[in-house]
């Protein structure tokens, strides 16, 4: 699993090199908002704007929703589905709070059912 928050955390995480150029994207969105609108020098885990979860596994899916959410309880806010060439992903959006949010990134096809049907 891949946690970023900021956009130099991003730059540091090898592993992103590996994903698809539309996810990679994406990710670099998401933080870059993160950071214009929250700070890049905040502390991702308890400072206002939250962070973005790349699972990679269903290992990693079982991590995600043993330490921070649970991905089929249908609390989501929005499911975005990321075309790639080599496979879909899923973009899924989860408010802690007014001020912070996680999103977790997966490929589809490790995806509970529940969040592959949101996409349908």
Do not use: H, W
């Not at 928050?5 to 992103?16: D, F, H, K, N, S």
């Not at 899924?92 to 059912?113: K, S, T």
Request: charged share 30%; with cysteine.
């Amino acid at each position: 699993m891949i946690k970023v928050g900021t956009v130099r955390q991003l730059g540091q995480e090898e592993q992103l090199y590996a994903l698809p150029e539309e996810v990679r994207r994406e990710v670099q969105t998401l933080v870059q908002v993160l950071d214009d609108l929250y700070g890049a020098d905040r502390d991702i885990d308890r400072a206002d704007g939250g962070y973005v979860l790349i699972a990679l596994s269903k290992a990693d899916v079982g991590l995600i929703n043993d330490s921070c959410v649970i991905l089929d309880e249908g609390l989501e806010e929005t499911v975005d589905l990321i075309k790639t060439k080599g496979g879909d992903y899923l973009n899924i959006l989860y408010l802690r709070n007014n001020e912070f949010g996680i999103n977790v990134v997966m490929p589809l096809d490790i995806a509970p059912a529940e969040l592959k049907r949101a996409t349908q």
